[in-house]
């Protein structure tokens, strides 16, 4: 069996281990003219013809940075026509682009580069889009990823296939190296580019490849494939965490609008791998861009939700994420919590209901008398509370809570301030500036909604008539 058929076969396992294709799929192929991307251009084309059918697009950027780059756009044309493929090229003057993108020219490079393969992906509905990354590529990526710190995410290096804007990137060559590829082009007289810029360390990937890893080449000759290796087990090891990760999310995590909550205690159950791998999903579903969520704020968001105290905080974590703790409770959420709020209503009898729309609420007055007491019973959804109506104080103020508020609370002598009702009751402090005061004439707070009634005007035996105050959530009808 001569090179092409042996490398043919190795691509085809592993596109059918990683689901790269299907019969007949259009798959753009990336050619720089270089000899990876050559090599890839001609074994897929040969495994169109005696394998599997597809339908290939030979694609290829003129990045405008070196003298020969016209050269090597023909090339590849050249190359497209001699195989019958479609050619398509699109030409970028990289260095005035990086000069106003703020990516530097490696990084405005490859963001043209991508852009340009998913438009062109998308024109021809092709599936996906084939770049030549080998071996060797995978090897310097794992070990730059490694110097840098990278996790088990990292390590994996680059995938098999991945989704870029709902284009699947897919690299065949993973587990080939570049000798061989280089060997093919020479052994069957096809013609490839050299890139000079390929020898110039100045460029990070380049420094790793020709001074780092012949260094360590002397302390282990195999360094390589034992780089692609650690990357094989480091993602087969990650997609099962990720997995583990999504399945425990859906059991602990409650979703909101705009936020994710969950409850201590079954989150200190979880093994510390799988406590950050979740701060790090619901993190992720939060914001588009986590890049900045390094392994430091991880980890001070797991150590922080797994101290007994102190029982609230909040985390401002960049990008406009917030963590919160409130009691037993955390929850994430992507915006800031919202301004402090301040109202002020008078409720009386003449107008016994009151639209509270800083909350969403709805507060009634019914009077009731003596032989009706026994519809004072609680409804669910419903708030309520009872006055007695000849000692109560008229009219009502309903209003937001302000600073050195104080309640003369049933079955405590004295009064207590609210600030500690609140934490005596464990009311989470994002939820406090909902909750509406009542005050009566005289001033004196009466009712604090889904928390305390006060000793004011309490009911008994002698009481005639009721004053039953009702809180409810803001209808249709009443928004309108």
């Known amino acids: 069996m001569d090179v092409i058929n ?11 281990e990683h689901e790269l294709w299907s019969p007949h799929d259009t798959i753009i192929v990336a050619v720089s003219g270089g000899p990876d991307s050559v090599a890839l251009l001609r074994i897929l084309h040969h495994i169109s013809l005696t394998r599997t059918p597809l339908m ?68 021809y509905g092709a599936r996906s889009v084939a770049l030549a990354h080998h071996a060797d590529d995978q090897a310097e990526t794992v070990l730059m990823r490694l110097l840098r710190g990278s996790g088990l995410t990292g390590l994996a290096g680059m995938r098999w296939k991945r989704s870029e804007k709902k284009v699947e990137l897919i690299r065949p060559f993973l587990r080939i190296n570049k000798t061989a590829l280089v060997g093919l082009c020479l052994s069957n007289g096809f013609p490839f580019a050299e890139d000079s810029s390929n020898l110039e360390t100045k460029y990070r990937r380049n420094s790793v490849r020709l001074e780092i ?3 360590l080449e002397n302390y282990n000759p195999q360094i390589r494939q034992s780089l692609l290796q650690l990357s094989e087990i480091a993602e087969a090891e990650d997609e099962y965490m990720e997995a583990t990760a999504a399945k425990c ?55 922080a939700v797994l101290q007994d105290y102190p029982t609230g905080w909040t985390l401002h974590l960049g990008g406009g994420l917030i963590g919160n703790r409130q009691y037993d409770t955390i929850v994430f959420s992507s915006k800031p919590p919202g301004r402090k709020l301040s109202y ?28 009706h007491f026994h519809l004072l019973g609680e409804e669910a959804g419903i708030q309520l509370a009872w006055f007695d109506r000849d000692q109560l104080a008229m009219p009502l103020t309903v209003r937001s809570r302000l600073p050195g508020d104080t309640m003369r609370v049933m079955g405590l002598n004295g009064s207590k301030k609210v600030k500690d009702i609140y934490i005596d009751d464990k ?48 209808g249709k009808d009443e928004e309108a």
């Not at 682009?97 to 490079?109: D, N, Q, V």
């Open 249 to 303: 999310f859906g059991e602990i995590v409650r979703p909101g609008h705009g936020q994710y909550t969950f409850e201590r205690a079954a989150f200190t159950a979880l093994p510390s791998a799988l406590q950050r791998r979740l701060i790090k999903l619901i993190l992720n579903y939060l914001s588009a861009d986590a890049s900045f969520l390094d392994f430091a704020k991880i980890e001070t968001v797991r150590r």
């Open 6 to 16: 042996e490398l043919a076969e190795s691509v085809m396992e592993a596109a059918a």
């Open 427 to 474: 009311i989470p402090a994002s939820e406090r500036s909902a909750i509406p005061l009542v005050c009566d004439g005289l001033g004196n707070i009466v009712w604090i909604p889904g928390v305390r009634r006060s000793t004011h005007a309490a009911v008994g035996r002698q009481t005639a008539s009721v004053i039953l105050l009702s809180l409810t959530e803001l």
């Open 56 to 123: 290939l697009v030979c694609a290829h950027v003129n990045h405008g940075f070196r003298a020969e780059s016209a050269a090597e756009a023909e090339l590849v044309r050249n190359l497209a026509a001699e195989l019958g493929l479609p050619f398509e090229l699109a030409s970028f003057d990289i260095p005035a682009l990086a000069a106003s993108s703020g990516l530097g020219p490696e990084g405005t490079a490859r963001e043209k580069r991508y852009e340009f393969l998913i438009a062109t992906a998308r024109r």
């Open 344 to 371: 002020t209503y008078r409720l009386s009898l003449l107008d016994p209901q009151l639209v509270l729309p800083e909350i969403g609420k709805v507060m009634t007055m019914t009077v009731l008398e003596r032989d």
């Open 213 to 215: 890893l012949p260094i």
